[in-house]
């Protein structure tokens, strides 16, 4: 049976519409948009294509279970997240299959991500029952200072299409420990899977109203109708930097509060006291987890030239080495990418780098055939001010550019408007800290090419954007602070 008709048995009919204050309905105006294959473009679904009117059905929703859900004990909403974690374990291989056949990443890609995005449900699970204020004396004695956290109120979720549960779960999870509602606008690429979710968090117990999916094709509408009234207090977004930056003029009027994971340009730093072969380990996950379309992945690739020509070397063979095809199919390594735009904008930037200068070691070449397709590329020689090294790449090729000395390596590790993630590579224990302190980045990964882990702050600074998802850190950016004066004699 193909992919396609097994989606009939992984997602009923009825779920590919807007759910919101408990029920699953059909876009006011009766709108629907497809839902495309990025293996052939061919079409898998379509969805409700809610507009503007439908959003706010879905905030009066939120609203109005907020009061309530504030009040519900701790416990019980940790208790809640724990079930939806259970649930999302016991279905990882149909979400998987999901996940895979809208967005394209293979199956087992797509099955660490569901095991990646449950991981927030258990770890705010735990966080629900630990919030806490404080009570101290003023400093000049007499009065006695309390703090109290409140949930912020009703918030508005946009997500991106690349990791399309885990960059849902990381919000939702420390929201509902919180106690917040949400209205949930998932990327129009990839809906299907916010909308098994729905279903999941319906099944754990959430009640009507705290959780609303409204999906659309036109995200612009939506959220600025949202955005634009008051009861809405808190917008958590996950994209690109542009529109990140739409976004928070946009919250100027009722000043809700933000939090922005945007884009990267993450530098991969191999230094000459590196371990060559754990540096290669290192960033193929870096590189390629997710062909290449993470945020945190790998961009630049400043390696000393001393150990330069074996990094390339070794990094080529395994990237050459990698198998494409659709990402349900047996043997496949690396999936196609989101859509023909992706590969134009990826092809476009090789291109220029080869006019720059740059050698071609393995890839660069667009394959004949349907499907977005592009295979994992790795080029040496490029020159720092190449466009490719300025630009978020977003795909599966690693351009590579020598360093001399450690300075120079941090300065131009640094020559970039944004500051997610960062990865060094070296032996030297002095260095890993000198480097963790001198790097402008939210993240440093040492001696790793992965840094995401439901149980730390992610997050970025500069044009990477402010707010932190999982950690101690994440829940805070659900919760706002009541001070209590109380004198006492
Ligand atoms: P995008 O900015 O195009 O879209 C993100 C979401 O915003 C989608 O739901 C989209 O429908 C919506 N959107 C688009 N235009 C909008 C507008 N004008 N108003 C309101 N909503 C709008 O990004 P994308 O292409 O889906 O995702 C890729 C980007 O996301 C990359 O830049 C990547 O680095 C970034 N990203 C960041 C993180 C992080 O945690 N920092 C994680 C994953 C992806």
Redesign the pocket.
């Known amino acids: 049976m193909s992919d396609h008709l097994r989606l009939n048995e992984l997602l009923p009919d009825k779920q590919r519409n807007l759910y919101i204050d408990g029920g699953w309905h059909e876009a006011n105006g009766g709108e629907r948009f497809v839902v495309l294959d990025p293996a052939d473009g061919s079409v898998i679904t379509d969805v409700a294509d809610g507009s503007a009117d439908d959003a706010m059905d879905a905030l009066d929703a939120a609203a109005a279970a907020q009061p309530a859900w504030a009040r519900t004990a701790p416990r019980e909403r940790g208790e809640i997240l724990r079930r939806a974690f259970e649930l999302i374990t016991e279905r990882a291989d149909s979400l998987a299959r999901i996940i895979s056949l809208e967005m394209g990443k293979t199956l087992a890609e797509a099955k660490g991500e569901v095991t990646y995005g449950a991981e927030f449900f258990r770890w705010f699970s735990e966080e629900a029952v630990r919030i806490h204020g404080r009570w101290m004396q003023a400093p000049a004695g007499g009065s006695r200072l309390l703090t109290i956290r409140k949930p912020v109120g009703p918030c508005l979720f946009?997500?991106?299409?690349?990791?399309p549960i885990a960059?849902g779960t990381r919000k939702i999870g420390p929201a509902v420990a919180a106690g917040c509602t949400m209205v949930i606008?998932?990327?129009?690429?990839t809906p299907l899977t916010m909308l098994a979710l729905a279903g999941i968090m319906e099944e754990a117990g959430l009640p009507a109203g705290v959780l609303n999916v409204v999906t659309t094709s036109n995200?612009?509408a939506?959220?600025?109708a949202l955005m634009a009234d008051d009861r809405l207090r808190k917008v958590s977004?996950?994209?690109?930097?542009?529109?990140?930056k739409?976004?928070v003029r946009q919250s100027a009027d009722q000043l809700q509060r933000m939090s922005m994971?945007?884009?990267?340009n993450a530098p991969f730093l191999v230094f000459e006291d590196a371990d060559v072969d754990a540096a290669v380990d290192g960033a193929m996950v870096a590189k390629m987890r997710n062909m290449g379309?993470?945020?945190?992945a790998a961009n630049r690739f400043l390696v000393h030239e001393a150990v330069a020509a074996e990094f390339a070397e070794k990094l080529g063979a395994r990237m050459g080495a990698l198998t494409v095809g659709r990402g349900q199919d047996e043997g496949v390594d690396v999936g196609p990418l989101i859509n023909p735009d992706a590969v134009e904008s990826i092809s476009g930037l090789v291109t220029d780098a080869v006019h720059d200068g740059a050698t071609v070691v393995t890839g660069g070449t667009v394959p004949d055939g349907p499907g977005n397709f592009y295979p994992p590329t790795v080029l040496t020689g490029v020159p720092a001010d190449s466009q490719i090294n300025q630009e978020?790449i977003?795909g599966p090729v690693a351009p590579i550019t020598t360093f001399t000395t450690e300075d120079e390596a941090v300065e131009r590790a640094n020559a970039t408007e944004y500051g997610?993630t960062s990865y060094v590579f070296t032996r030297d224990l002095a260095r890993t800290v000198r480097l963790a302190e001198s790097l402008d980045f939210g993240m440093v990964g040492i001696n790793t090419g992965l840094v995401s882990n439901p149980a730390a702050p992610?997050?970025?600074v500069k044009a990477?954007?402010f707010g932190r998802?999982g950690g101690f850190e994440g829940i805070d950016e659900y919760l706002d602070t009541t001070y209590v004066a109380i004198p006492a004699g």
């Open positions: 946009l997500t991106p299409w690349n990791f960059m606008k998932p990327a129009e690429l995200s612009a939506l959220s600025k977004f996950t994209g690109s930097t542009p529109v990140g739409v976004l994971e945007l884009g990267g379309e993470a945020c945190t978020e977003f997610l992610f997050g970025g990477s954007g998802e």
